[in-house]
């Protein structure tokens, strides 16, 4: 599923900033411009939330939905976090958004 839907996992990446239709990340010393459609970020084994608040910051002014799923909202077995995306991504092909 990931390789149909082109899904890139970048483990190791530092997210550096979240832009309009972008995540500017750093890897091994390299900073990284990534373009999205529909960005998704997870992080990590427990519950880590530091640019929640930026993030919703940002895109208050815009008709974005922020929405916190998987380990960061809190840590658990990664199959909830799969869940948790694919239940997004059954809501975003619903509304014919993808």
């Avoid at 990446?13 to 970020?41: C, K, M, W």
């Avoid at 922020?66 to 948790?84: C, H, L, T, W």
């Amino acid at each position: 599923m990931m390789r149909k839907y082109e899904v890139v996992p970048l483990t190791g990446a530092t997210l550096t900033e979240v832009r309009e239709s972008s995540f500017l990340i750093s890897q091994n010393g390299t900073e990284t411009e990534l373009p999205f459609d529909y960005g998704f970020v997870c992080l990590g084994m427990r519950a880590n939330t530091p640019v929640i608040n930026e993030l919703h910051q940002a895109f208050d002014d815009t008709d974005a939905e922020i929405i916190n799923i998987g380990d960061s909202v809190r840590a658990r077995r990664i199959i909830d976090g799969i869940q948790e995306g694919r239940n997004l991504l059954n809501t975003l092909e619903r509304k014919e958004f993808l």
